[in-house]
């Protein structure tokens, strides 16, 4: 798929102002433990506007999550699977303003957790798949503001008490400001 500079910022503009990126966590029904789902979605109520993302992508999944009921329009819900993440994020992600650090976390998780692995990389590395959880879970919280230095920039995440995030190191040897850059990720 090929796009152009407008359309990759159109569907950039789209997913920060419309979107989600976040991580599932999953609990098994029949046996022990959790596993974590990543998803983007956009949910919006033009259909025409997320069929033609879908169609400029080439992957995705439209679902009607709520009929029109005269007092409210209806409601569209287009989802991607981790493969389609995979296709289409780093594409974009340089365009992304206010969800380029969930992005970047998405994108390492998904290097992380490919397919094919032994399957006990799971059970041994469940100290960073929780911490990718948590994390981004943080990022999604609602009442937290980002403060943008310039247009493209990466955002700065500004607490609820108007402070910054501490530069400490976490317990995982990663550095609580440390965002990699899209070339990283790739």
């Not at 950039?12 to 990126?21: L, M, N, R, T």
């Not at 022990?32 to 999944?61: A, T």
């Amino acid at each position: 798929m090929e796009l152009t500079k407008e359309q990759i910022g159109y569907i950039a503009g789209v997913i920060d102002g419309e979107g989600s990126i976040c991580l599932h966590k999953c609990v098994w029904k029949y046996r022990q433990g959790s596993f974590y789902r990543p998803f983007v979605k956009i949910s919006n109520s033009n259909l025409e506007m997320l069929i033609w993302v879908k169609e400029k992508l080439g992957c995705g999944s439209i679902k009607r999550e709520r009929p029109d009921t005269g007092k409210w329009k209806a409601m569209y819900t287009l989802t991607f699977s981790a493969n389609m993440i995979r296709q289409f994020l780093p594409m974009i992600i340089d365009s992304l303003i206010i969800k380029k650090r969930q992005a970047l976390m998405l994108l390492e998780f998904l290097k992380m957790s490919k397919r094919g692995l032994s399957r006990y990389h799971k059970r041994d590395n469940q100290d960073k798949y929780d911490y990718f959880y948590f994390t981004m879970k943080k990022y999604n919280s609602r009442g937290v503001t980002v403060k943008v230095g310039e247009l493209g920039g990466t955002p700065t995440r500004i607490l609820r008490d108007n402070t910054e995030p501490s530069k400490t190191i976490n317990r995982l040897g990663v550095r609580n400001d440390y965002v990699p850059t899209s070339k990283e990720m790739i």
